[in-house]
């Protein structure tokens, strides 16, 4: 009997020992609260985005999800913290802009973090189209027309941009047209919004709520996306006029690059099927997102490809990080 309780024993203290052995991230996840960083300021559209799928979210996960924004620095700040100050154990996550991480390493001098490497996207969420508008008012009625009349007069046409990356994708485009075209740069949205709808600046890029805000008043020459717009029908994608690598506004959910990849696909999963559901589709309708629900490995692919494109424009145009 001893000899048996002692077999016992040992059993059971092997298996302790066993379960201690599994890495932690192949354990049953997640067992408390996870944190989800906004990198931006409450009332933006980053914040919206996760404010629409966080209670979903939460509910295939089983733990609740706290929304916490850490707003500066263009996005730094929020980044930063999730890359370099937390355990890179899943429980805490940012939501990003593919675009405007891809552009930091050409942007924002002596990163303490690397935007490509470090913080890696378990899943890319929706995309928001951008629009290339110019005045209503403007004697060019299509692209093409816009082009023929930059060839003719080069120079004397303009562009605005008020952040880096309407820049750097507006540069992309003209010198792949081979246009020399002007640049107008402005410190916000809205003053450059009156710029172009006045016909001050000839050309440039909006967002869709801004395009629908600006109706009457903006013509839109192309669209972002892998389809033509189900309001414009008549106005080509930007794929189809060349350039496919100018994509619309995306936006991933992004975890630490050590995190575990049980826990990493466990994530992933979670969030695809939170994308899935009806409220969380309707939702995303109404802020005029569509919904992508990309792999990693494709998620990963958009950053690199929109990161290649903003280094070798940047290069161009000279743009140096500051």
Not at 8 to 13: D, I, N, S
Not at 151 to 173: D, V
Not at 216 to 243: M, N, S, W
Request: hydrophobic share 45%; aromatic share 6%.
């Amino acid at each position: 009997m001893f000899s048996a309780m002692r077999i016992t024993a040992v059993v059971c203290l092997g298996a302790a020992f066993a379960a201690s052995a599994i890495p932690v991230g192949a354990q049953e996840f997640p067992t408390k609260p996870i944190r989800l960083i906004v990198p931006n300021t409450a009332g933006t559209l980053t914040d919206a985005i996760v404010r629409v799928l966080g209670p979903e979210l939460s509910k295939q996960l089983g733990q609740p999800i706290v929304i916490e924004n850490k707003p500066g620095a263009g996005n730094v700040i929020g980044l930063d913290y999730v890359a370099r100050q937390v355990p890179a154990d899943g429980y805490t996550i940012v939501i990003s802009s593919t675009s405007s991480t891809a552009m930091l390493p050409v942007t924002v001098k002596e990163l303490r973090f690397d935007p490509l490497k470090d913080l890696p996207p378990f899943i890319g969420l929706v995309e928001g189209r951008l629009f290339l508008g110019t005045s209503s008012l403007a004697p060019w009625k299509t692209f093409q027309e816009l082009v023929a009349n930059a060839k003719a007069n080069p120079g004397k046409l303009n562009y605005g941009s008020p952040a880096p990356n309407t820049l750097l994708m507006t540069e992309a485009l003209l010198r792949g047209l081979g246009l020399t075209v002007t640049h107008v740069p402005y410190s916000a949205g809205g003053p450059y919004y009156t710029a172009l709808a006045s016909g001050e600046v000839h050309m440039g890029f909006v967002n869709e709520t801004i395009t629908n805000s600006m109706a009457g008043k903006l013509r839109v020459l192309a669209v972002t996306g892998d389809q033509r717009h189900a309001q414009y029908p008549d106005i080509p994608t930007l794929g189809e006029l060349g350039f496919p690598s100018l994509r619309s506004l995306g936006f991933s959910l992004n975890a630490p690059a050590a995190t575990p990849k049980a826990v990493f696909d466990r994530l992933h999963a979670a969030a695809a099927q939170a994308l899935r559901q009806p409220e969380v589709k309707a939702q995303y309708a109404k802020l005029r997102l569509d919904i992508i629900a990309q792999s990693p490995e494709a998620a990963l692919k958009s950053l690199l490809d929109d990161a290649r494109l903003f280094a070798g424009i940047a290069r161009q145009v000279g743009l140096k990080p500051e």
